[in-house]
């Protein structure tokens, strides 16, 4: 992103003012258009918003854009020649799609990650860069030759990496399979996106778990999909409220995440995998399994997956790199009945042509590497030790205001704050005080819930980081 | 792909029937499902069909599979235990979303090369290995160090990328623009589904090129878009079209790819850009503009884009790697108003999270070394060398049955057949003569056209894969 050079002699204002003339030229901002508000560059930019001020004042005089109170800033109709032509209303064309924008409450953490990364990321589902194995990666990399093939990929991923996928899943998931089975995806977020998109209609019922890193993703809404709660206890959802959903409202699919579920750290208890694939294969009902965390279960003897006990082939499983090694890589994959995987792999075709070689030929070599279990046992140390860090900074500063179950595997503590407190003014008290956190209410719970992800802070990060959150919290209910 | 062992003492079907067996235990083929036809699987397992049809009869006998006349093989109902359960109807699922399935021809022909890897490839619309800079990214690849960062990457793209696209855009495309009017996709197949699943709706029209590599395209019908037609000529579209169409359907936005278009390889002449641009301009209607060919002029002095000329900010340009350089790095680009890119960038994260960045990177670097000029001179020289051996070949040939204009750059020659000949049966019959080639239908044109990729087919086949159609041609009018 480009700054204002402060060693120059040139007023800040005036490098403002000519760098947003040099955007408006060539169409970033098309006439008529609206620019970002005087607050909001003056964050990007790192000046004070008198600054814009005085940029905007110049470019105003110089008939390039226009104010008018109330309504923002925006770029002047007859800018571009005394002919007035029409440029598309673009603003219209992009609020007219059906695809749905992103939850408000993700949109505003992500903006402000960008515009200060010195903030405590408690936010982010994603390792943190010491956690992800690049040593290991880069090693593989200078020894191996990735680009013998440049072209276009088999529609279902690069065949070694099925090859090696098929005795991961053995191996790590007690998951029989054959590679014809195994589609490569751009991680769980495109298994999910593919099997919305393509194997339900607008209007088909669905039940997810409730709370669910499903309720924050737009395309399930975007799918014009109806979602029914399966609300989820110590020990994950209770199967018997299937049978209801089914009566009531025909579901077509669960969606469920068995293992250290995101949010709340719950593993599924075995009287109810029994009971939720029974009541699946009575009703005849696919059941789509999420499992990304498995693989950090800190005791090291990850739980298997309710595909492994799946005798009447009623599960989709998918599975992920990006929590376990690096979400940079791209890497997920699903397991399904071949009908299925024929059909996501012949969409996901129109959608992006497949995905790059290199980064599966990659993710291949290292499954297949020495350095995979090494790489996960340290993980899991890791990620116990940060989340002893986490604990013990809450318990410290907010002994009384905060309770959470302990989890035994995952990424996310999940927390109910015992004061009632906003959940957007809780947000942007946490962002002053320099730490982001995911409110509860993006996965559908009542606020009052918090998520905090221990996998992607620094761990030097996290006691301060709760500190500036346990500071937001006092402020509001003061 | 699994195939049976020749040298094993076992049986050929035996161990048919076993493959199988395990398939169908591991879900690949649940209770009720239907399997690849006896064709099929003897084409796939590279065996006679009586192979396969003797590993059914001992599934058979197993009551593993059942087979009724006219219906095929299923996998039986009660395989799995007295209790017959229910799998869930995965069969309906394939077929209720609403996303639409790749054009029969297209699967047809990827079916036929994966069945058949030695077929003469003029159908696949991608560089051939030899042409792909394959040693100097294995060199970028060793001299760098590309995980200094493996999470989630900017929604926008990886920003060294952009700013190495900035500079390219300018010297290579005159296009002016920063990296923040800039987008990275996975190739132009992302970007045009992004661009009609978010910025159009169901019902609205749309005006592309007619033929056009759009109609191969089931995203434009699965966004439930109108399309009608902009008739392609030898100087490329007649821009008043344009105005008769937004009167009649009130199009919303025009698809066109104005350098070496595909199919056709024709150049939009200049009286006809600028009065492209005008209409849209007066009319207030976006243009995306297509733009993978112009770096391939084989004069070597590539066509601007109607993009420079764009001066009401109407355009959106999308580009890519695929056809310059390699399809497998899956790298695309576009330039779009700062509301359509972050709108887009936002989707984009909900769909898949984003790119990974290791192809990213090297797609930078690849860019800003000393072996970018040098790949392109010398891929122009082998696409205008290819070209020539193509239509040598039919001279040859067809000499008085096939009709075309010489394209001046690109990866495709577009042919009238003179005869009528049925396309379904010309590819049919091109199959067995061990050549595929796409039917013009496929972008929308009567039949009676083909369209010949000379860029995949390795040098040495283009004469027999040539003698291979036109055998099937002669077969077929006679």
């Not at 129109?350 to 090494?374: N, R, T, Y």
Request: glycine share 8%; hydrophobic share 35%.
């Amino acid at each position: 992103m480009w700054k204002p050079d402060r060693q120059s002699k040139k007023p800040l204002y005036e490098q403002i003012a000519d760098h947003l003339e040099q955007r408006i030229s060539y169409g970033e901002f098309p006439p008529g258009s609206l620019l970002p508000s005087e607050r909001k560059l003056a964050e990007q930019l790192g000046v004070n918003r008198s600054t814009v001020i005085l940029a905007f004042a110049e470019l105003r005089s110089l008939g390039i854009i226009e104010s008018r109170s109330g309504s923002g800033t925006r770029v002047s109709q007859y800018k571009w020649g005394a002919t007035p032509k029409h440029t598309p209303n673009w603003k219209r064309y992009a609020e007219g799609g059906s695809f749905l924008p992103n939850v408000p409450f993700l949109r505003r953490i992500r903006e402000a990650l960008n515009q200060n990364p010195t903030l405590v990321d408690f936010a982010s589902g994603e390792l943190s860069a010491d956690l992800a194995p690049m040593d290991e990666i880069a090693s593989l990399m200078r020894g191996h030759h990735y680009t013998s093939y440049l072209g276009y990929d088999n529609p279902q991923g690069y065949t070694p990496l099925r090859q090696a996928l098929e005795k991961y899943l053995v191996k790590y998931r007690d998951i029989q399979t054959t590679e014809s089975s195994i589609l490569i995806t751009s991680g769980s977020q495109q298994s999910l996106f593919l099997i919305t998109q393509c194997l339900l209609s607008p209007g088909d019922a669905v039940a997810i778990e409730d709370p669910s890193y499903c309720y924050s993703l737009p395309m399930f809404q975007s799918a014009g999909l109806r979602l029914f709660r399966l609300p989820v206890d110590r020990d994950g959802v209770q199967p018997e409220e299937i049978r209801n959903l089914y009566k009531k409202h025909r579901i077509k699919m669960i969606f469920t995440n068995p293992n250290f579920q995101n949010p709340t750290g719950t593993v599924l208890n075995d009287e109810r995998r029994n009971k939720l694939l029974e009541i699946a294969a009575e009703l005849g009902l696919p059941i789509v399994e999420d499992d990304p965390y498995s693989l950090t279960d800190y005791a090291g003897v990850p739980r298997p997956p309710l595909k492994s006990m799946d005798t009447t082939g009623s599960i989709i499983y998918i599975g992920s790199f990006s929590k376990i090694a690096a979400s940079g890589l791209r890497i997920g994959w699903m397991v399904a009945p071949n009908s299925i995987v024929e059909r996501l792999a012949d969409a996901r075709q129109q959608m992006d042509f497949g995905l790059s070689v290199i980064p599966q030929q990659v993710a291949g070599q290292f499954l297949k590497s020495e350095h995979f279990e090494p790489h996960l046992d340290r993980l899991r140390m890791q990620l116990l030790y940060k989340r002893d860090l986490l604990i013990e900074a809450l318990q410290k500063e907010l002994p009384d205001l905060i309770q959470f179950n302990i989890p035994q595997g995952g990424h996310h503590l999940w927390c109910k704050l015992v004061p009632a407190v906003n959940d957007a003014k809780l947000l942007e008290e946490s962002i002053k005080n320099g730490v982001v956190f995911v409110p509860g209410s993006v996965y559908g719970s009542d606020s009052g819930f918090v998520r905090f992800t221990f996998a992607r802070a620094k761990a030097e990060d996290i006691g301060p980081g709760i500190a500036g959150f346990a500071k937001a919290l006092r402020e509001l209910i003061h």
